[in-house]
């Protein structure tokens, strides 16, 4: 007897135990389902709908299974344990959809895309270089925005980056360097899809101060023609140069342009919803590629150095105090052709920025 109590007591425990993970893997099923719904329906109701269908599906050939092998099974009802099965794999149907865009969401909050504000010296000059991005959060640009403008109080010159237009060259760095089209329009189209904004968007803000006082405001970097004119050169001076650049660019453009004017082209009559999905993936995608290390490109000579160069130059033979917005990649190289110049520039201090984040979506009462 005492044996048999003790058998019965076991079983009586091991179905508590299943009973107890059964639940838990039940709440976790449905916390999953209630997290990734939104993300469906953001997708739209075709994706909910084709979630339900396939689950449909998927659940007859598993509950079969499942009735197969648990004889325990075989005693409930079979609707009822079909439309149990259906309802988990929804579940996991949406938790794999929805797992990859909230992955991507974490990543760009953990391992954000940061930009320096470093300050240089050589004992005389003082020059401070915000590193830039040409698409980013709103955020960053209203603070460099509000640092241009205490720097222009406290009697800094402003130097800016952007490539001028020259119609010797315009033609040329369209079809090189802009990809055919206006890089300005090109830059805006991807803030709009990332859900992020242009930097030229803030830099109005200044309008009236360039009016007032434009020997504050210098366009420090070079034109469309000095580029075209320094590619020529590398060109005559290295024919590998040219088959390197000529290589790249039928790598970069193939296809790849026709494949992001596609998406530009979807998102103009896509919902809310699925824009804000498409922003979370572009900002990962940004983040990632403008944070990651890559292979110097075959057209650095002329879209970095040279464009370092002449500015270093101007540099040295501009005011005392100079506060610069340029890309971020170009400190690197700036502070090399700095140091060429006059080996007593040093870095005094570095302040990172977070440069692209998840657009604010605030709502209140009044």
Known sequence: MATDSAILHD????????????TIAWFLALIGLLLGLPVLLDLGWWALAAAIALALLLALPI?????????????????SGYAATTLAVVSVLTVAIATPLYALAVSTAVQPLTVPQASLTDGSKTVVFQGMVHVGSEG?????????????????????????????????FSENLAGGGDLSANYSKLGDACGLKFQLNYFGLLRQDMVEHPERHIAADVSTADMMHEYERLAAADPTFAARATAAKGDDSQGEG????????????????????????????????????????????????????ELAKRIESGPDKIYITYGAGHLP?????????????????????????APDDLEGEI
Request: charged share 25%; hydrophobic share 45%.
């Open 140 to 172: 960053f640009f209203k603070s460099v925005v509000y640092d241009v403008e205490k720097a222009l109080s406290e009697g800094y010159v402003i130097y800016y980056e952007g490539v001028t237009g020259d119609p010797a060259g315009d033609a040329w």
């Open 258 to 309: 026709d494949g992001i004017a596609a998406v530009f082209n979807w998102l103009e009559n896509a919902t809310p919803g699925q824009r804000a999905l498409v922003g979370v993936a572009c900002r990962a995608m940004m983040t990632r590629t403008l944070s990651a290390k890559t292979e110097p490109s075959a057209l650095d000579p002329v879209i970095l150095d040279f464009r370092n160069r």
């Open 11 to 22: 079983i009586d425990r091991g179905e508590r135990l299943k009973l107890r993970l059964g």
């Open 63 to 79: 509950w079969w299974l499942v009735r197969r092998l648990f004889a325990r099974q075989r005693l409930r009802r079979w609707i």
């Open 333 to 357: 190289g700036l502070l090399e052709d700095l140091r060429a110049l006059n080996p007593a520039w040093e870095v005094g201090s570095v302040k990172w920025m977070r440069a692209i984040e």
